[in-house]
């Protein structure tokens, strides 16, 4: 006889034995769930009208969750990004910048996926483009091939942890936080990353400087002044494009939703202005529009919301309807913009199945007790706090061997974050506890796309590289990033503050002293 208490596990074990099939997830996730609500139906654990709240659950606060609009702004924002030569011309110009000094091209490659994970959101474009660009040119000059494939890979997966990154929506969405605070949550990690790739490029350097040597000075087509300006077309238009996304969300000016489709336009217009058929009167236009919405941006910080306020900004409106128009008159944007839908509707797709089914399995498996069952669970590990973060991220970690990001979001994080919110308050404080979780679980999560057997970074590098490179090769050479990766989870568990320095401190409000005239 099957009791209340063996019915969590099992659905547990049911629903690892029926992934490991190969059964579609979303599927896997619906029909283990209403099965196992089925059974317990018929041994009187809950009735069928209990089966109801999942519709409404579905309907209530899956479909009409405002916060995952975002998802198909910023997924279509990066479908455009990775593929309109940004990451070839910034690729090149740091390349060269960087190129006299031992580990340049290596440094290069880190620099611009830390920029392009601030505005694509993706790893696949991200790894695939910098691939096709660096690998060639780093293998011409001599770098070691397994230095090549870790930090490519590694470069590319950095995009999960920089803001906008969708990793950090959904989970912010999960976790029933801002993803202001989420953003916020998550930069200090990020650049302790690319600092922490930075310094073994430089380490590597000294103890072996032929695996990283410096690109010959006739290598070298540009200097100077020249130089330069090329740096600066790459970052300036991507660090205007961040702020639009990230800096009006952060000030308060926009939601994540808002933010996503300025990012969405904003992405169209960077395509429009890399392109060849750029003329000089697109040039015109798009000066005239920055200019007007610099004194538009004045005029409200310094007076009212006046007439010049409202001409300078219809006429920044008016330049981006011109890109716009541009952007649908040229042939290849036209077909890139097309595309970019179409991955954007298979990813808002496959993620809303996923919600669905992970809703069906998690109604049901909170029915039959299931949420006590882990609490009891994991709050009698041994270790306190530190034993409860070190076994939830090594079982993330092995997690991430067969379930993608999605998955384990949707299907695991539900259950166990309202068992962190209880333990970890007590460590940074109930506002700033499932934050920290999550960005945590943010960084263990970047380690699925590098180690086998479904490192999809991995994947994507050998399909792209050239036949003379081993898979051997790609796989040993992504095993330094993994625990540079392992390493910054350390630092992020025992240094609560790298995730929570920059968040808003909790407003401590006497109730004794307030008074009400």
Same mark, same amino acid.
């Given at each position: 006889?099957?009791?209340? *208490?063996?019915?969590?596990? #099992? ?28 059974? +317990? ?5 809950? /009735? #069928? ?29 990066? +479908?455009?990004?990775?593929?309109? !030569?940004?990451? *070839? ?19 290069? @490659?880190? =620099?611009? !996926? ?11 474009? &991200? ?41 950090? =929506? ?32 430089? @380490? #590597? ?7 990283? %040597? ?39 000016? +926009?939601? %994540?939703? *808002? ?7 904003? +992405?169209? @217009?960077?395509? @429009? ?32 919301? $006046? ?24 042939? /290849? ?97 109930? *506002? ?11 960084? $263990? ?7 086998? %057997? ?11 590289? %050239? ?17 540079? &990766? ?16 920059? #968040? ?7 109730? /004794? ?5």
């Amino acid at each position: 006889m099957i009791t209340l *208490e063996m019915m969590p596990p #099992l659905m547990f074990g049911g629903l690892v034995l029926a992934m490991l099939i190969g059964f579609p997830v979303a599927f896997t996730l619906a029909a283990v769930g209403l099965s196992f609500g089925f059974l +317990a139906i018929h041994l009187g654990f809950f /009735d #069928l009208n209990f089966l109801q709240a999942i519709p409404g659950r579905i309907f209530g606060s899956v479909l009409a969750n405002d916060l995952l609009l975002a998802i198909p702004f910023f997924t279509f924002m990066g +479908a455009i990004l990775e593929r309109c !030569g940004l990451a *070839e011309d910034m690729l090149d110009s740091m390349g060269q910048l960087f190129g006299p000094i031992r580990g340049g091209l290596g440094y290069s @490659v880190i =620099i611009v !996926g830390f920029i392009l994970g601030a505005i694509t959101g993706t790893v696949a474009a &991200q790894v695939i483009a910098m691939a096709m660009i660096s690998m060639p040119v780093m293998m011409r000059y001599g770098y070691n091939m397994r230095y090549i494939t870790g930090v490519l890979a590694a470069s590319g997966t950095i995009t999960q942890l920089v803001p906008p990154s969708l990793v950090l =929506i959904v989970l912010a969405d999960q976790l029933g936080k801002s993803v202001g605070d989420m953003y916020l949550g998550a930069w200090g990690p990020s650049i302790f990353q690319v600092i922490l790739f930075a310094g073994y490029t430089f @380490v #590597l350097g000294l103890i072996k400087p032929s695996h990283v %040597p410096p690109v010959p000075k006739e290598a070298r087509t540009l200097t100077g002044w020249a130089l330069w300006k090329k740096c600066l077309m790459g970052i300036i238009p991507s660090a205007v494009l961040i702020f639009v996304v990230l800096g009006t969300m952060m000030m308060g000016l +926009a939601t %994540p939703t *808002e933010a996503g489709a300025m990012g969405a336009v904003g +992405a169209i @217009v960077l395509a @429009v202005i890399h392109h060849k058929e750029f003329t000089k009167k697109d040039r015109s236009i798009l000066i005239v529009g920055v200019v007007a919405a610099g004194i538009g941006t004045i005029v409200a910080m310094l007076f009212t919301e $006046n007439l010049v306020f409202k001409l300078s900004f219809a006429i920044t409106y008016l330049a981006v309807a011109w890109l716009g128009i541009r952007a649908v008159a040229i042939p /290849d944007l036209r077909d890139l913009i097309k595309q970019g839908y179409e991955t954007t509707m298979r990813i808002t797709c496959m993620v809303t199945f996923i919600l669905i089914g992970s809703t069906c399995f998690s109604v049901v498996f909170q029915g039959v007790s299931g949420g006590e069952w882990l609490e009891h669970l994991l709050t009698s590990l041994p270790g306190g706090v530190w034993g409860f973060l070190i076994f939830i991220n090594v079982f993330i970690f092995f997690l991430a061997f067969f379930l993608d990001f999605f998955e384990i979001a949707f299907i695991i994080l539900p259950m166990i974050a309202p068992i962190a919110q209880k333990i970890l308050a007590p460590v940074v404080g109930p *506002e700033a506890a499932l934050i920290w979780f999550g960005v945590m679980l943010c960084v $263990n999560m970047q380690t699925s796309f590098l180690h086998p %057997p479904f490192g999809f970074a991995l994947f994507y590098l050998r399909g792209v590289a %050239p036949k003379e490179v081993k898979s051997s090769d790609i796989y040993w050479g992504a095993m330094p990033w993994i625990g540079l &990766q392992a390493i910054m989870v350390l630092l992020v568990i025992a240094f609560p503050i790298t995730v929570t320095g920059l #968040l808003d401190k909790p407003v401590q409000v006497d109730l /004794d002293k307030v008074k009400i005239e």
